[in-house]
Nanobody, 116 residues
């Protein structure tokens, strides 16, 4: 059974840093595109960053230069390093693993709160 599990969310002050971790099991991990999405209360779920199987990465404009996505195929893990966090980064962050058609898996989310 496929499992996608996020961790690393926390309360942090503005300007601080966090690293989110996502482990996906029971999938051919190297084949998958991996993404981090976030959803703030009352808003839609939006893409934050994604990384393809060939390690090409893309970022939302709002996080460029502050967030970095990376993957470790030996550990079935994708990371999101978040620096210079802002209150508007507050949201539940979700990990997504996607490959072709019908292979689209989500984690349960991890809460990130940026507040003084």
């Amino acid at each position: 059974q496929v499992q996608v599990v996020e961790s690393g969310g926390n309360l942090v002050q503005p300007g601080g840093s966090l690293r989110l971790t996502c482990v996906a099991s029971e999938i051919r991990f190297p084949n998958y595109e991996l993404g981090w999405y976030r959803q703030a209360p009352g808003k839609q779920r939006d893409l934050v960053a994604k990384i393809s199987s060939d390690e090409t990465s893309n970022y939302a404009d709002s996080v460029k230069g502050r967030f970095t996505i990376s993957r470790d195929n030996t550990k079935n893990t994708v990371y999101l390093q978040m620096n210079n966090l802002k209150p508007e980064d507050t949201a539940v962050y979700y990990c997504n693993a996607r490959w072709g058609r019908g292979n689209d898996f989500w984690g349960q989310g991890t809460q990130v709160t940026v507040s003084s």
